[in-house]
């Protein structure tokens, strides 16, 4: 996954809008006017912070310790910080980023 590709899955999600807030630098994804992902545009390899459950959140950063971090300037507890170097596949990307779109939007 490459930044067009994660901003093209962004913006898929209903409601989903695009943002700068922080500078040209660092895209922000928004639903409900909340913030579900960031990305620097600038890291290589790419690097996003997602909103997790905070149990999940242990979860993953157990399983994946090396690419799945404490979240990178935002709340440790409810925030990770995802590696995309090619070892977590695509599809659990997706999902990070699905259950932190959920987390974000709560209930229809």
């Known amino acids: 996954m490459d930044i067009e590709q994660l901003r093209a ?3 898929s999600k209903p409601d989903a809008e695009e943002a700068f807030p922080f500078g040209p630098d660092t895209i922000v994804f928004k639903v409900k006017n909340k913030l579900f992902l960031l ?3 600038d890291n290589h390899p790419l690097r996003f912070n997602v909103k997790c459950n905070p149990d999940l959140a242990i979860e993953l950063r157990e399983e994946y310790p090396d690419h ?3 979240g990178f300037h935002m709340n440790k507890k409810h925030w990770n910080t995802v590696v995309v170097d090619g070892v977590i596949p695509g599809r659990v990307l997706k ?3 699905d259950h932190s779109f959920e987390l974000v939007r709560g209930k229809k």
């Open 95 to 97: 999902e990070f980023i």
């Open 9 to 11: 899955y962004c913006l």
């Open 68 to 70: 799945v971090l404490p």
């Open 39 to 41: 990305a620097g545009l």
